[in-house]
């Protein structure tokens, strides 16, 4: 079965350290989204990217948090600098826009910043 | 704004004893939703999207039914291992949150023996 891979898959970092996350979607797939989880908050949309492009990152705090595609087979979210309030699991989805098939998500990364 | 609220918020069922799960919604402009199952460490998995009222859609123990404000989710006779968060999210269909999923906080379904 095709899968979206997600890592690293646990993360402990200090606080104010810079976190990278990556997400390597489904082939042929072009539509990512990138989720926080937390149990305050549930599933927050942070970014979402079609054919590479960003659509939507409103979720995202724009001082610390960026999301980027460098190509069809990775998408990246960078943490600058993080903090304790970003723990976190960081979810990636990926889907083909307009189907019946919904979006497959990925393992997760799960955040800890002490 | 576009919202999606889950009811129950945590549900424990016999196993054999039937029920739903409800999601309601408000929208501009419904492009689908969708019904997700995660289990603790994992990350959500795709059970139905359904895209306009009266579709319904089903899956071994579990039928999801749609209508213009709503979706419902049936477990019938449920098991052991349905005992999962079963997510709702809702997909506008234009306008300023084009594309966008929104996700619902979930119930939690504990099915006990």
């Known amino acids: 079965d095709a899968r979206v891979t997600q890592t690293p898959r646990d993360k402990v970092t200090e606080m104010g350290q810079e976190v990278t996350m990556r997400c390597q979607p489904i082939?042929?797939?072009?539509?990512v989204f990138w989720y926080r989880q937390t149990m305050m908050q549930g599933l927050e949309l942070l970014a979402y990217?079609?054919?590479?492009?960003?659509?939507?990152d409103s979720g995202m705090p724009k001082d610390r948090f960026s999301a980027e595609m460098p190509d069809a087979t990775l998408a990246t979210l960078k943490i600058q600098p993080s903090e304790p309030r970003d723990s976190a699991v960081y979810f990636c989805?990926?889907?083909?826009?307009?189907?019946?098939?919904?979006?497959?998500f990925g393992s997760g990364t799960r955040l800890t910043v002490v | 704004e576009d919202q999606v609220t889950q009811s129950p918020e945590a549900l424990r069922l016999q196993e054999g004893e039937s029920s739903s799960l409800n999601c309601s919604y408000t929208?501009?402009?419904?492009?689908?939703l969708f019904w997700y199952r995660q289990d603790p460490g994992k990350g959500p998995e795709f059970l139905f999207t359904?895209?306009?009222a009266g579709e319904e859609k089903e899956k071994e123990r579990l039928k999801a039914t749609l209508t213009k404000k709503e979706s419902f989710l049936h477990i019938t006779a449920p098991k052991p291992e349905d005992s999962a968060t079963y997510l709702c999210?809702?997909?506008?269909?234009?306008?300023?949150?084009?594309?966008?999923?929104?996700f619902g906080r979930g119930t939690q379904l504990t099915v006990w023996p």
């Open positions: 989805a990926s889907g083909l826009d307009g189907t019946l098939y919904g979006y497959t």
């Open positions: 082939l042929g797939h072009n539509t």
């Open positions: 990217f079609r054919n590479r492009a960003p659509l939507d």
């Open positions: 929208v501009s402009g419904l492009r689908g």
């Open positions: 359904l895209y306009s």
């Open positions: 999210a809702v997909q506008a269909r234009g306008g300023s949150t084009l594309g966008r999923l929104y």
